[in-house]
């Protein structure tokens, strides 16, 4: 049998071989070996070589422990992969000039330090790791394992204010979780705030911030009126297997044997994981309405000169004008709370097939994509700074203050 506990809705269970396959809920390695020279050891990401722009590389190695000191030379694939017809970000540019500044170890998964002795080389970075009795995680950005969403899935099924549902399983048959937490009066309800994350492999910040938003809104002012229906991890293969478990760039996203993105599915909701999540939404939206906003967590990068961070916006002419500047209102006050790049990125259509158009089509609710850079943070004073757990654990329940304080004006 699997660990269990019971959700109140169904028993949230990960299965006994998902943890033989993950090493205990940690999430797989995704590098390969290239070469090795005395005292060296040369890696580069185990990524599918049918994938275009090469910002959405991974990298994630556990090196055992050793007597002497080990150099560890990390080689970023180039973009030399020609994008398919229609892919969106063909432009991106060559990843390696930003990577040494986001190299991380960690014995446990749990505490991540970043390596600020990386060194730029030629295509990567490159690291020295002191002897160690133990072994360590080496990193790409900062991981999010699996055991980390059974561990937020058993708080919140603790904590009173939360119900954890069970609300299908992914292609491969893991559990999907979501949880929703009701105002505080259930006769009076302000509306509904729909979040997720986690449609791509390695955007881990979304998960880190939707984690903590989770663990403490209970502390933002004003919660209480509103109702709050999350999806923290809705691509739960890749979460468990890394990359071999994305299906993103595997067939197309009407495909739903193949895969394909799933934030290009929302359309048709082909695959088994958008199809879990509209459905919630759909209910949480009959117990608590109205759906206020949509927010959509992702990792955003396409050049060393823009840090990929910013908040997505319907371009000029696909909403009324009034809903257009109610948006753009929003996008002011979500950048005054949340810390990440001051930029309101005209990318949605609504008839495109991602979460956010669904949502605004669906609800008539804003709906947003929320992009974390993947190598840049910024302090209270918008000054730059390096990415840290901490840096991204606090993104969650800032984003909850800029919703509250928009949908609660008197606040």
Not at 63 to 92: Q, T
Not at 101 to 130: C, H, K, N, Q, Y
């Amino acid at each position: 049998m699997g660990d269990a506990f019971d959700t109140g809705f169904r028993s949230f269970t990960m299965k006994t071989a998902e943890k033989q396959e993950t090493g205990g809920g940690e999430g797989p390695e995704c590098a390969v070996e290239t070469g090795r020279s005395g005292g060296g050891l040369t890696l580069m990401p185990d990524t599918p070589g049918e994938i275009p722009g090469n910002a959405q590389f991974s990298f994630l190695k556990r090196i055992p422990a050793r007597d002497n000191a080990l150099r560890l030379r990390i080689e970023w694939p180039g973009s030399d992969v020609k994008p398919p017809p229609g892919f969106d970000y063909p432009e991106n540019a060559n990843f390696a000039r930003v990577l040494p500044e986001i190299i991380f170890t960690s014995e446990d998964g749990d505490e991540w330090r970043r390596m600020e002795a990386a060194r730029a080389v030629e295509a990567g970075a490159e690291i020295t790791l002191p002897p160690s009795p133990r072994a360590v995680w080496v990193s790409a950005g900062i991981p999010y394992f699996d055991r980390h969403l059974t561990d937020l899935a058993a708080f919140a099924e603790a904590a009173p204010d939360w119900t954890v549902r069970k609300i299908g399983e992914s292609g491969e048959g893991r559990t999907i979780p979501a949880f929703l937490r009701e105002p505080a009066n259930p006769g009076v309800c302000h509306g509904c705030f729909f979040i997720q994350a986690y449609q791509h492999y390695s955007e881990w910040a979304g998960l880190q911030a939707v984690d903590a938003l989770v663990r403490g809104v209970h502390r933002v002012p004003g919660a209480e009126r509103f109702a709050w229906a999350v999806v923290p991890c809705l691509n739960r293969d890749a979460l468990a297997r890394g990359w071999r478990g994305d299906r993103m760039h595997n067939g197309t996203a009407a495909d739903p044997v193949g895969g394909g993105n799933l934030n290009r599915n929302w359309t048709v909701l082909s695959r088994p994981e958008t199809r879990a999540a509209a459905a919630f939404l759909h209910e949480a939206a009959k117990e608590n309405p109205p759906v206020l906003h949509a927010l959509d967590f992702h990792m955003g990068w396409s050049t060393p000169e823009h840090s990929g961070g910013g908040l997505t916006v319907f371009k000029a002419g696909e909403l009324p004008p009034a809903e257009a500047r109610r948006e753009r209102a929003f996008a002011k006050v979500f950048f005054k709370h949340v810390p990440i790049e001051d930029f309101a990125w005209e990318h949605s259509e609504m008839d495109r097939p991602n979460c956010a158009a669904w949502a605004a089509r669906t609800f008539g609710c804003i709906g947003q994509t929320v992009e974390i850079s993947r190598f840049r943070a910024y302090d209270a004073a918008r000054n730059p700074m390096p990415v840290s757990t901490d840096y991204y654990a606090s993104l969650g329940p800032r984003a909850a203050e800029a919703l509250i304080h928009f949908h609660t004006p008197a606040l």
